[in-house]
């Protein structure tokens, strides 16, 4: 499993899955996201600019991302 640590507040769905390598560029991420291959905490997420904050875990095939504060 990757993580994340967040400087912020939180991060954008798209900018996380880029930031761990699941995609190589935005057009990527937003594709991705849009045709339900991403889920967030267990439910298919649509939203690329989908806010993720400390606990929240993604899913993209069969790999995970956690996000830390």
């Not at 996380?16 to 339900?36: N, Q, Y």
């Not at 991403?38 to 606990?55: A, P």
């Amino acid at each position: 499993m990757e993580t994340i640590k967040l400087r912020d507040e939180y991060i954008k769905l798209g900018q996380a899955i880029k930031a761990v390598g699941f995609v190589e560029s935005g057009v990527d991420a937003k594709d991705t996201i849009l045709d339900g291959l991403v889920k967030v905490n267990g439910e298919v997420c649509l939203m690329r600019g989908k806010k993720l904050y400390d606990g929240d875990v993604v899913e993209f095939m069969g790999q995970e991302i956690k996000i830390v504060k």
